[in-house]
């Protein structure tokens, strides 16, 4: 069964360094999304795009974040200069407009 | 009032048993219900999808939706050791592509003994 793969399982960062997240979607897939999970907290949705721009954001999603489909297969989100409550899970899920969303294993981003 | 409410549980149940979880909600604008289960350090796996009232079985799993109530449930019939996880509810407005966002319940950790 097709999934969703996230890139790297975990990533530790310097606080105020730049950390890429990728994502590679479903394939066949058109809608993109990133959420996070800080630890003992609800999943929170970040970001939706469709059609190669953003469809969707929260108010979580601050000029810090940007999100970017560099080519046909990649999703990525791209966070600035990280801040020690940037550190969370971060889940990529993918889908169609008529279809449930299917979610990676996410990146658990530590902040030091 | 919190937009998506769920029990975080845990609730422990031995094998065998029927488990009932449940959501409520408050936007009355929700109209797709899922629900999810999350292994400890891995991503929300998908179990059920429903659009609007009424009930949905696939195998063990039954999801029903109370739009009237505001509540949606998920029904584990002869659950096992290995349903041990976190379940998550989650929700949205509409197919449109403003309103594909998910809002999630806390969710509810459930704990099947052998």
């Known amino acids: 069964e097709p999934e969703v793969t996230q890139t790297p399982s975990h990533q530790v960062t310097q606080m105020g360094q730049e950390v890429i997240l990728r994502c590679v979607p479903i394939?066949?897939?058109?809608?993109f999304y990133w959420y996070r999970q800080i630890l003992g907290q609800k999943v929170e949705f970040l970001v939706s795009?469709?059609?190669?721009?953003?469809?969707?954001k929260s108010e979580i999603f601050d000029d810090q974040f940007s999100v970017e489909r560099p080519d046909g297969s990649n999703f990525t989100l791209k966070i600035r200069s990280t801040k020690l409550e940037d550190s969370a899970m971060y889940f990529c899920?993918?889908?169609?407009?008529?279809?449930?969303?299917?979610f990676g294993d996410g990146t658990r981003l530590s902040i030091l | 009032q919190k937009e998506v409410e769920q029990d975080p549980g845990p609730l422990s149940v031995p094998e065998g048993a029927i488990v009932s979880l449940n959501c409520t909600y408050s936007?009355?604008?929700?109209?797709?219900f899922m629900w999810y289960r999350q292994y400890s350090r891995k991503g929300p796996e998908l179990l059920m999808y429903?659009?609007?009232?009424g009930n949905k079985e696939d195998g063990r799993f039954t999801a029903q939706v109370d739009k009237s109530s505001k509540y949606i449930s998920l029904f584990i019939r002869d659950s096992q050791p290995s349903d041990s996880a976190t379940y998550l509810c989650?929700?949205?407005?509409?197919?449109?592509?403003?309103?594909?966002?998910?809002?999630f319940g806390t969710g509810t950790r459930l704990l099947v003994s052998p």
């Open positions: 936007n009355s604008a929700f109209q797709y």
């Open positions: 429903t659009y609007s009232s």
């Open positions: 899920a993918s889908g169609n407009s008529n279809q449930p969303q299917h």
């Open positions: 795009f469709y059609n190669n721009e953003i469809s969707e």
């Open positions: 394939s066949n897939h058109l809608y």
């Open positions: 989650a929700m949205k407005q509409s197919l449109n592509t403003g309103f594909q966002k998910l809002v």
